[in-house]
């Protein structure tokens, strides 16, 4: 059984760009959370997504960013027009239909770098 | 609001010393979870434990341990006769329910340790 996939593992982005992060949960996982990792900070929590819905996202920016689980294919967090502050690691958990957060699984990362 | 603090934010240890790294958190839920991740230096989190509120039997995993207590809300991880493959940045966590009714961690700004050979 595969784990979660993120890609692409490195991407590099110039200022007003746009940036798009995948993310694959595992099989027969239908939750989908996002974390942003600042540089040298632990993982803030961004969205927590279900199959086509949004359930909380209230650690997402207001602007620029935003995310889908559609029913087919992988988790987008798309960020529009990305500035400096927007290099991070942000990371993808998955977890199975139920609201236990102690069965998370976490990809291994996509770091963002806007130059 | 939740809050999780790691004061330690860096440690370095001669190889084969023991090594305790300091988790406190603030929470109002009754029933919660915590837990500890390892990011080595490739990136990627590794999971190391999850402990519920309910359970404060401290907990030994090889030379990993783990120190629940309650009373002063903290839960401290100690790595015996560490080794250079140790060398990581070591974050705890904490669930909590949002008000949306799923569960979503709050990490501490994590604890760089350093094995020196």
């Known amino acids: 059984n595969a784990g979660v996939m993120q890609n692409p593992r490195h991407l590099v982005r110039r200022r007003g760009q746009e940036a798009r992060l995948r993310c694959s949960p595992m099989?027969?996982?239908?939750?989908v959370y996002w974390y942003r990792q600042l540089p040298e900070e632990g993982l803030k929590f961004m969205v927590y997504l279900q199959k086509e819905n949004i359930i909380d996202e209230s650690g997402m920016p207001k602007e620029r960013f935003s995310a889908e689980f559609p029913k087919e294919g992988p988790s987008i967090l798309r960020i529009q027009q990305v500035v400096r502050g927007d290099s991070a690691a942000y990371f993808c958990?998955?977890?199975?239909?139920?609201?236990?957060?102690?069965?998370?699984?976490f990809g291994p990362g996509t770091r963002l770098t806007v130059t | 609001a939740q809050k999780v603090t790691q004061a330690q934010t860096e440690i370095s240890v001669v190889e084969k010393e023991d090594v305790t790294l300091d988790c406190v958190y603030e929470t109002r839920d009754t029933t919660y979870y915590l837990f500890w991740y390892k990011q080595p230096p490739s990136g990627e989190l590794v999971f190391l434990i999850r402990?519920?509120?309910?359970?404060?039997q401290n907990e030994i995993s090889g030379r990993y341990s783990w120190n629940f207590q309650k009373s002063t809300s903290s839960f401290n991880f100690t790595i015996t006769a560490s080794q250079v493959v140790d060398s990581a940045v070591y974050f705890c966590?904490?669930?909590?329910?949002?008000?949306?009714?799923?569960?979503?961690?709050?990490f501490g700004t994590g604890t760089r340790l350093t094995i020196i050979p």
């Open positions: 966590a904490l669930s909590e329910i949002s008000n949306f009714g799923n569960e979503k961690l709050t």
């Open positions: 099989k027969g996982h239908s939750h």
């Open positions: 958990a998955s977890s199975p239909p139920s609201y236990r957060v102690n069965e998370q699984y």
């Open positions: 402990r519920n509120s309910f359970d404060e």
